[in-house]
């Protein structure tokens, strides 16, 4: 449903991605990983239409979409969450997801969409996008914005940046359910291990190229015995 052709990019001289291939299938839960300055995050933002490659081709479900706008991108089904999720002053949670949605959507389908990434929806739908929300909070309600574009390949860059351990937990279960209600391909980069344990495919980034790519447990196995100090037993 995705694929990457020998993408290219180079700013100041400095190889950032650096001859990337990659075919995303329709449906699957993929995790890339990486040292910081990998390359991952720009891999997302070439993928999203943020930043163009220098050189290579993206195709996204039979169509050449290297040169089109983040917005067209997004009207054919390329999803992503807000970065950071972003406070707006007197904006609603319910504000939020209609803008997200890019039509009217009434207050029934947006308790629908909250209550999918758990939360109660009464609650929530009138509060203001702001600091009073906790971080556990704005990553669910980003999620949920996400839903109601109701993409076919989902993007999300770290989304346990900014949260507690104990709200992240609980979000990897939001993650695993959302993921196998959409019906779309999922994209997620992080470094944690719980969420590298959903991943069907997990995709390792170094150095702007892709090391390794492959099923989740073969993956865990060879990520964790690299992480092994030299000499010390395999335990499989
Ligand atoms: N537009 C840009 N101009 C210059 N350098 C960039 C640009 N985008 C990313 N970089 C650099 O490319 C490298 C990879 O960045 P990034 O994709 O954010 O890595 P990751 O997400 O894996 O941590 C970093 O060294 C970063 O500073
Ligand atoms: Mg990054």
């Not at 943020?50 to 999803?79: C, H, L, Q, Y």
């Not at 209550?115 to 990553?139: D, F, H, I, Q």
């Not at 994209?187 to 944690?192: D, E, G, K, N, Y």
Request: proline share 3%; glycine share 8%.
């Amino acid at each position: 449903m995705l694929e990457l052709k020998n993408i290219n990019f180079v700013r100041n001289g400095k190889t950032i991605l650096n001859n990337i291939n990659l075919t995303l299938d329709l449906k699957k839960f993929y995790v890339i990983t990486g040292p910081n300055g990998s390359g991952k995050s720009t891999l997302a933002k070439i993928i999203m239409g943020i930043e163009k490659p220098d050189s290579g081709v993206i195709i996204f479900n039979g169509e050449n979409i290297t040169d089109k706008t983040i917005d067209e991108r997004a009207k054919m089904g390329i999803g992503y969450a807000f970065q950071s999720p972003a406070l707006f002053k007197g904006i609603t949670v319910y504000d939020l997801l209609t803008i997200a949605s890019g039509k009217k959507i009434n207050k029934k389908e947006a308790c629908n969409l909250l209550s999918k990434v758990g939360l109660c929806a009464e609650e929530y739908l009138n509060r203001e996008v702001s600091n009073s929300l906790s971080g556990g909070e704005l990553k669910r309600i980003e999620i949920a914005t996400v839903l109601a574009k109701s993409p076919i390949l989902w993007l999300f860059d770290e989304p346990e940046a900014g949260i507690d351990l104990w709200s992240f937990q609980n979000l990897t279960d939001v993650f695993k359910e959302v993921s196998k209600a959409s019906k779309g391909t999922t994209l997620v980069i992080s470094h944690q291990e719980r969420i590298l344990r959903i991943a069907d495919e997990i995709i390792l980034m170094e150095n702007g190229k892709i090391k390794k790519i492959g099923n989740k447990d073969e993956m865990l196995k060879s990520i964790f015995r690299g992480s092994c100090p030299k000499g010390a037993k395999v335990y499989e």
